[in-house]
């Protein structure tokens, strides 16, 4: 449940009990709840918060309470409405039945007849409201409830109350309508401010020709497009497309659809009463109107009239098309692209979620990763459509970006591979194997040579594969990883972003000329880097927030200080077509997380409400009581919550100490730190503390490669612990911890191998482990790995067992899993069945986000701030980001 739902839950108790979410709109949420007082269901729908901030809360009640009173029987009527939290609500009759558009949908044509009665019981809805002096401003199918096979006309008023409550105009100025373009009459699409009973006559019209054609009467990839067509052109007629439409009722459709509010219908009853007509009734109407009126109602124009205005209006096309154009707005707008969550999916200190899309150079479409069942695939959407497709055959894709003429999409894969396809789709090339599923960075320059990460280094390839080239020298390559890779205008040089060791807490903004191999560093602290045809060369600051500094492309060297461009940015996150549209994500308060006990039924509720951080990697010690979590701040420090509440800083030295284990005693706390060397690679060790705080902590295990999680056996003997490798592939280990303790290997081959768990009775281990090329759930007999038996097979990270070993526990996509376990001589597994969703709790991909308690009735987790996961989507940016930078 997120935020805005607790607070609603909470504000609302005793009066109104929110079941489930049923669907969102442009302004509102809708909950199915039910209405404690008179024991019903009802729809309960919350206004958008940023909407509600526009129009001021209590002038929009007031203006809606005077469609409380509206009754008939096609109207769905207003039960109540109201602020609650600072959140505006309106409640309304629960429909057991669908919405037109769901119909529509699902049908595209209705029987000609069922139309027609449709439209007329709407028509008899709308002409009881405008008796009363209510124009509901914004019919449209979804607007338009089918319950036991007759129409309900939902909303009524809303639009009405917005555009007349404080900010109605601000809405507009802002990019949020106050109707639908397909079904807006001409006079409210220019943005008249007195809105007649006409202008719902002309939206009805629209509705029931979809109905009758499957489609509006104007259509187009933009509202602009759309709204233009209203004003120019005349809708096709309804005949031709489906002959089977009655003569009367086209010629009642199109006077519906008549550009001037005076032509049409005197009212919406007459508009039902047209349509009762028979065909008789039609040619005796249409015949006593005149010779002066030609086919389906239209005027017959004098062929001089006719010629004076193709000429008048020839000139003004002219001076419209030769007259100096201004340059189109700035418009944003947030949007949703992901449709689950691919935090669990993605490495968050190498492949930040908010990187997985890409814009086409001409902003026509965007592409980005989604998963599905913990699969990931490619995902296009083109600038207007009203859904994304899936780019066939790009199973396991990461990180897409453009080719520099738009027409192929390039991405990494999770098994390491660097493929293209083409971006309508089709089959994909293998162009490189990286040799490094972890690090996904690559760009296209303008020759159309591929630069991409592998390995330790920058390589360089032709579009259709061969032997790629090192291109950077020894001495810069040495130990780092690179996290971005932007081209410079002409293909000389790239931006990328390097990281010294974990890109999770340091990198850098370097230049690397392609010709002479000369590297440069530019911005430190910071992630991601643009070059924008302004001369500014942008990146994100790791505290968060877009920056812009002068750059000289012959020199490459920044030429001014940095000037603050967009606040908040998440680092990373900020990607941008040549055309000037931008994509960013914004920070949303990762330190308002907070620790949630959940129950095998989904259930949550909070272990401490008043503690609030931005946690990671929670642990509970044996009996329960205790919990050591990772919290970053400044740095990232070991914290421990006792039973009474209180809670204690344990460790204070490094930038990073965490992903915490206790031993099976509950006296000791194992951790990962890098206070021996500072933030790279290999200064990651494994240390060992008293877990009461008592003593400072002390060197457990140093290997030659940084030591990312560890854990000691229930008996005290081993030490079994994850490391990435020479290649840079994650490798599970193990020690004695008396006598002979050489490190000997349990998991190591050529795909990565994390998120180790041992089993209570230490007889098995279980990993997340990439031999598919996706991450699934793994088991083998511990310590030696005599078999290896693969445990899920739709996705699986983050595997746990149950204290009495008879469970392993893991997450699938947004599920979380249980599969019984049956531990004798061999091991015997149950069949795997989800218990709850784990959507809006954190996950990760290189350690557990969560813990078992002793019973294995709950499971201790984090709860992510109840933030939607929208971008913010900005076109026409470039003259925004002038006037920002000559400040």
């Given at each position: 449940m997120n935020d805005a739902v607790s607070r609603l839950t909470a504000a609302l108790a005793g009066r109104y009990a929110i079941e489930r979410e049923l669907g969102a709109g442009g302004m509102a949420t809708v909950y199915l709840a039910h209405d404690v007082r008179h024991d019903r269901k009802v729809a309960l729908k919350v206004l958008r918060p940023e909407l509600s901030a526009i129009l001021g809360g209590e002038r929009f009640l007031a203006e809606i309470k005077t469609t409380a009173n509206l009754q008939h029987p096609h109207i769905l009527s207003l039960f109540d409405s109201g602020e609650a939290d600072g959140l505006v609500f309106y409640v309304m009759p629960y429909v057991e039945g669908e919405s037109l558009r769901d119909r529509l949908n699902r049908e595209k044509q209705l029987p000609v007849d069922e139309a027609v009665r449709i439209a007329r019981e709407v028509a008899d809805a709308l002409a009881y409201a405008h008796e009363r002096g209510v124009v509901h401003r914004d019919i449209k199918p979804e607007n338009v409830m089918l319950a036991g096979g007759h129409a309900l006309v939902a909303d009524f008023g809303i639009a009405l109350?917005?555009?007349?409550?404080?900010?109605?105009?601000?809405?507009?100025?802002?990019?949020?309508?106050?109707g639908t373009?397909?079904?807006?009459?001409?006079?409210?699409?220019?943005?008249?401010?007195?809105?007649?009973?006409?202008?719902?006559?002309?939206?009805?019209g629209c509705v029931l020709y979809e109905m009758l054609t499957g489609e509006p009467p104007f259509t187009g990839p933009t509202p602009q497009a759309i709204v233009a067509r209203v004003m120019t052109e005349e809708p096709r007629s309804l005949t031709l497309q489906r002959k089977t439409i009655p003569p009367h009722v086209e010629a009642a459709v199109l006077t519906a659809l008549e550009k001037l509010p005076a032509d049409r219908f005197g009212g919406a009853a007459a508009f039902a009463a047209a349509l009762g007509e028979t065909d008789a009734q039609t040619h005796r109407r249409t015949a006593a109107q005149g010779a002066g009126r030609g086919v389906a109602g239209r005027p017959r124009v004098p062929p001089a009239a006719a010629a004076a205005a193709l000429v008048l209006l020839a000139a003004l096309a002219a001076?419209?098309?030769?007259?100096?154009?201004?340059?189109?707005?700035?418009?944003?707008?947030?949007?949703?692209?992901?449709?689950?969550?691919?935090?669990?999916?993605?490495?968050?200190?190498?492949?930040?979620?908010?990187?997985?899309?890409?814009?086409?150079?001409?902003?026509?479409?965007?592409?980005?990763?989604?998963?599905?069942?913990?699969?990931?695939?490619?995902?296009?959407?083109?600038?207007?459509?009203?859904?994304?497709?899936?780019?066939?055959?790009?199973?396991?894709?990461?990180?897409?970006?453009?080719?520099?003429d738009g027409r192929w999409v390039g991405y990494s894969t999770a098994d390491g591979m660097l493929k293209k396809v083409p971006v309508?789709?089709?089959?994909?090339?293998?162009?490189?194997?990286?040799?490094?599923?972890?690090?996904?960075?690559?760009?296209?320059?303008?020759?159309?040579?591929?630069?991409?990460?592998?390995?330790?280094?920058?390589?360089?390839?032709?579009?259709?594969?061969?032997?790629?080239?090192?291109?950077?020298?020894?001495?810069?390559?040495?130990?780092?990883?690179?996290?971005?890779?932007?081209?410079?205008?002409?293909?000389?040089?790239?931006?990328?972003?390097?990281?010294?060791?974990?890109?999770?807490?340091?990198?850098?903004?370097?230049?690397?000329?392609?010709?002479?191999?000369?590297?440069?560093?530019?911005?430190?602290?910071?992630?991601?880097?643009?070059?924008?045809?302004?001369?500014?060369?942008?990146?994100?600051?790791?505290?968060?927030?877009?920056?812009?500094?002068?750059?000289?492309?012959?020199?490459?060297?920044?030429?001014?200080g940095a000037v603050a461009v967009i606040d908040d940015v998440v680092p990373g996150s900020f990607v941008m077509s040549a055309n000037g549209t931008v994509l960013y994500a914004v920070a949303t308060g990762g330190d308002q997380r907070t620790l949630v006990w959940v129950s095998r039924d989904g259930t949550a509720?909070?272990?401490?409400?008043?503690?609030?951080?931005?946690?990671?990697?929670?642990?509970?010690?044996?009996d329960g009581r205790n919990i050591a979590v990772s919290v970053h701040d400044a740095t990232t420090q070991l914290w421990m919550r006792r039973p009474d509440g209180t809670r204690q800083k344990l460790t204070g030295e490094g930038t990073t100490n965490w992903r915490p284990t206790f031993t099976a005693d509950g006296r000791s706390l194992v951790f990962s730190s890098d206070r021996r060397g500072g933030p790279t690679r290999n200064a990651y060790d494994l240390y060992q503390m008293p877990a009461d705080g008592s003593a400072p902590a002390t060197l457990l295990q140093h290997h030659t490669f940084g030591v990312w999680e560890g854990q000691i056996s229930s008996d005290g003997k081993w030490l079994v612990l994850r490391s990435d490798e020479e290649n840079g592939i994650s490798h599970i280990r193990a020690r004695r911890l008396a006598g002979d303790t050489a490190l000997m290997p349990l998991v190591v081959d050529t795909t990565i191998s994390i998120q180790l768990a041992l089993s209570p009775d230490g007889r098995w281990l279980a990993w997340s482990g990439y031999r598919t090329g996706h991450p699934e759930i793994y088991v083998a007999p511990f310590p030696g790995v005599a078999w290896v038996r693969q445990v899920s097979h739709d996705g699986g990270i983050e595997p746990r067992w149950s204290h009495d070993g008879r469970e392993l526990f893991f997450k699938s996509g947004s599920r979380f899993m249980a599969v019984p376990v049956a531990s004798a001589a061999t091991l015997t597994l149950g069949t795997p069945r989800e218990l709850f969703s784990v959507s809006g709790y954190r996950s990760a991909r290189n350690r557990q986000q969560y813990d078992v308690a002793p019973d294995g009735r709950r499971f201790l987790m984090i709860r992510e701030p109840g933030i939607a996961p929208a971008l913010t989507y900005v076109e026409n940016w470039f003259p925004e980001l002038k006037t920002k930078v000559k400040r």
């Open positions: 109350a917005a555009s007349r409550s404080d900010g109605g105009t601000r809405m507009t100025e802002t990019g949020m309508s106050l373009p397909h079904y807006m009459a001409p006079e409210q699409a220019m943005g008249e401010r007195e809105i007649t009973p006409k202008a719902d006559v002309y939206a009805l001076w419209g098309w030769l007259r100096p154009r201004p340059a189109p707005p700035t418009s944003r707008q947030h949007v949703v692209l992901w449709h689950y969550t691919l935090g669990a999916l993605l490495d968050p200190g190498v492949v930040n979620e908010a990187m997985q899309a890409a814009i086409a150079p001409d902003g026509s479409s965007i592409v980005y990763t989604d998963s599905t069942g913990g699969h990931l695939q490619l995902m296009r959407k083109l600038r207007d459509a009203a859904a994304a497709v899936p780019l066939a055959g790009t199973d396991g894709a990461l990180s897409p970006f453009f080719s520099e309508e789709g089709g089959g994909a090339v293998t162009i490189a194997h990286r040799n490094d599923p972890t690090m996904t960075a690559a760009a296209w320059l303008d020759d159309g040579t591929l630069i991409y990460t592998g390995n330790v280094g920058l390589f360089a390839v032709a579009p259709d594969g061969g032997a790629p080239r090192q291109l950077l020298p020894e001495s810069v390559r040495s130990g780092a990883n690179m996290l971005t890779i932007a081209p410079l205008p002409g293909g000389r040089a790239i931006l990328y972003t390097a990281c010294p060791g974990n890109c999770g807490i340091q990198s850098s903004i370097h230049a690397l000329d392609l010709k002479t191999g000369a590297d440069r560093l530019l911005v430190d602290n910071a992630a991601g880097a643009w070059y924008a045809p302004t001369g500014q060369l942008l990146y994100t600051d790791r505290a968060g927030g877009l920056f812009a500094v002068g750059f000289d492309l012959g020199r490459l060297k920044v030429t001014s509720a909070p272990v401490d409400s008043s503690w609030r951080a931005d946690f990671e990697y929670p642990a509970l010690s044996p």
